[in-house]
């Protein structure tokens, strides 16, 4: 229950912002456009968030002879977690990294890097591998394709409505009282990715502490994810990512780490608090 409750309060209150951008601009015609636009990308989330993230990233379905190791490891997790097989994916970036997507266990896809399977030892690609599956079967994966999708939409209506201040759209007040001035569109222009932006945060540190536990459950061996964190947080520095903002909460580490300002909005808690958890070291309570 915990997680419908996270995914309705996402939807919710990013749907809002939508609908709050669409006001802003338009008026009442705008909120309408708005709602039709909200209720598409709902939909578009539901059922099609999935193969948007993997076309952003250029992944590509590999069979079991693509790839039989990973095959193997990737059944032999399922099996001791009750999961029904995923499809999987390589993504061509040498950065080391993963992520899992699909609307339900029995439409998820688990996809690694090149990088992660090049820079990984077998514990440490099974831990990772057991974090995402972990995701799977706590039934996070439909969170963060809707939240990337949701974010994606707030993020292109505050693109429009900087470019309509700079236009000029926001230099008068329409009919019903909608309108903003040019600063008040620049400012929520700035404001409302912000907010999607905390809204992907509150929900995914925890899912991420979650993860962690539930992962390290199925290898029976926690120091396998643990040693993939570090691993992961030292090259992650080395080769950035090209990822986008939108997406970085789906991944086992932000791939944005290490980006100036984008650490303050970081969608993961800090490594050091993950690795100190799976070694026992740290009492850290969960957020949300």
């Given amino acids: 229950m915990g997680n419908q409750i996270k995914t309705t309060i996402l939807l ?13 601009l338009g008026g009442r015609q705008g909120l309408m456009i708005a709602f039709v636009l909200a209720a598409g990308m709902n939909f578009f989330s539901y059922w099609f968030s999935d193969k948007l993230v993997l076309r952003m990233y250029r992944a590509r379905e590999v069979t079991p002879q693509d790839a039989p190791e990973l095959h193997e ?5 399922t099996q001791r977690a009750g999961l029904p097989m995923p499809r999987i994916y390589l993504i061509p970036q040498e950065t080391p990294n993963a992520f899992a997507t699909g609307r339900n266990p029995e439409h998820a896809v688990v996809a690694v890097t090149e990088g992660l399977l090049k820079l990984m030892d077998r514990k440490e690609l099974m831990g990772v591998l057991a974090h995402e599956l972990a995701h799977v079967k706590n039934r996070d994966i439909l969170i963060g394709s809707i939240a990337a999708t ?7 209506l505050a693109t429009m409505a900087r470019w309509s201040a700079f236009l000029g759209g926001g230099s008068r007040e329409d009919d019903e009282g909608g309108g903003l001035g040019i600063i008040g569109l620049v400012a929520m222009s700035i404001l409302a990715p912000i907010a999607a932006t905390l809204i992907q945060m509150a929900i995914s540190r925890s899912r991420e502490y979650l993860a ?29 990512m090209n990822a986008s903002p939108s997406t970085a909460h789906m991944f086992t580490v932000n791939p944005l780490s290490g980006h100036g300002l984008m650490n303050l909005f970081s969608t993961h808690p ?13 009492k850290i309570q969960q957020h949300f």
């Avoid at 919710?12 to 802003?24: P, S």
């Fill in 212 to 240: 962690d536990s539930t992962g390290a459950g199925f290898t029976g061996n926690p120091e396998g994810l643990a040693s993939a964190l570090e691993k992961l947080g030292t090259y992650s520095g080395r080769l950035p």
């Fill in 12 to 24: 919710a209150v990013m749907t809002a912002l939508i609908l709050w951008i669409g006001q802003l």
């Fill in 270 to 282: 800090s490594l050091e608090e993950r690795i100190a958890r799976l070694r026992g070291g740290s």
């Fill in 150 to 156: 949701m974010s994606g939409a707030i993020m292109m």
């Fill in 73 to 77: 490891m990737i059944n032999s997790l």
